[in-house]
T-cell receptor, first 113, second 114 residues
Framework: GENVEQHPSTLSVQEGDSAVIKCTYS??????FPWYKQELGKRPQLIID?????GEKKDQRIAVTLNKTAKHFSLHITETQPEDSAVYFC????????????FGAGTILRVKS | DTAVSQTPKYLVTQMGNDKSIKCEQN?????MYWYKQDSKKFLKIMFS???????INETVPNRFSPKSPDKAHLNLHINSLELGDSAVYFC?????????????FGEGSRLTVL
C-alpha cells in the first residue's frame, strides 16, 4: 500500500520568511496530493492540492510542486505570518484504492513574530 | 450549517465500556470515512463507506464496528474500550470518486479512556 513520509516534523521560521515542507510517496499510481492545515483543537482543512498531471500550483502565498519521477511533492509558504502556525499534513491517494487518503506524519510549523 | 457534524465532541469513559460516535453530513456526498488521530497527531484511516457499502476496512480491531444506515450517516461503535483507544476520531466525507478527493472533516470527537 501507499506510504507517505513527511519532513521536517517541526519547523520554526521568523515572520516574513518562507517555509518549505517536503513529502515523498511510495505508490507510483497515486495521482492526487492534497495538503491539509490543522490548527490547535480544530479539524484538518484543505489548503491546496495538486494532481499528477500538473507540476506546480499556486494560491496566493502558498504553492505546491510535484515531481512524479522522484515521487515527491512540497509545500511552499512565502511571507509567513503568525496565523500560519499550525500542523500541516501532506497526503496521497489513488482512485483505484477507493480514494483512500494516506497522510504523512505532519509538520508543526511555528511562525515567530 | 455544519457540513459534517459528529457527536459527542468529548467522551470520557472507563475501560471495558462500549460507546458510540455519530456522524452526519449534509453535503450530499456519497463517501464517508472514519479517521483516528493519536496523541502524536498521526491521522490514520479506519473505514470508508460509499453509498452505505463498506469499501475500506483497515487493520482495525473488530471491537470497532461502523454502521451506515444511509449515505448521509456513518456511526462508529466501539466495544470493550481500551486505554489505547484514547484519541480524536474524525469523521469525513468526500464528493463522488470522479471528482476531487478532498475530504471534508467533522470537528472531531475526543475519546478519553480511563
Amino acid at each position: 500500500g501507499e506510504n507517505v513520509e513527511q519532513h521536517p516534523s517541526t519547523l520554526s521560521v521568523q515572520e516574513g520568511d518562507s517555509a518549505v515542507i517536503k513529502c515523498t510517496y511510495s505508490d507510483s499510481a497515486s495521482n492526487y496530493f492534497p495538503w491539509y492545515k490543522q490548527e490547535l483543537g480544530k479539524r484538518p482543512q484543505l489548503i491546496i492540492d495538486i494532481r499528477s498531471n500538473v507540476g506546480e500550483k499556486k494560491d496566493q502565498r502558498i504553492a505546491v510542486t510535484l515531481n512524479k519521477t522522484a515521487k515527491h511533492f512540497s509545500l511552499h509558504i512565502t511571507e509567513t505570518q503568525p496565523e500560519d502556525s499550525a500542523v500541516y499534513f501532506c497526503a496521497a491517494s489513488n482512485k483505484e484504492y477507493g480514494n483512500k487518503l494516506v497522510f504523512g506524519a505532519g509538520t508543526i510549523l511555528r511562525v515567530k513574530s | 450549517d455544519t457540513a459534517v457534524s459528529q457527536t459527542p465532541k468529548y467522551l470520557v469513559t472507563q475501560m471495558g465500556n462500549d460507546k458510540s460516535i455519530k456522524c452526519e453530513q449534509n453535503l450530499g456526498h456519497d463517501t464517508m470515512y472514519w479517521y483516528k488521530q493519536d496523541s502524536k497527531k498521526f491521522l490514520k484511516i479506519m473505514f470508508s463507506y460509499n453509498n452505505k457499502e463498506l469499501i475500506i476496512n483497515e487493520t482495525v480491531p473488530n471491537r470497532f464496528s461502523p454502521k451506515s444506515p444511509d449515505k448521509a450517516h456513518l456511526n462508529l461503535h466501539i466495544n470493550s474500550l481500551e486505554l489505547g483507544d484514547s484519541a480524536v476520531y474524525f469523521c469525513a466525507s468526500s464528493p463522488p470518486w470522479a471528482n476531487t478527493g478532498e475530504l471534508f472533516f467533522g470537528e472531531g470527537s475526543r475519546l478519553t479512556v480511563l
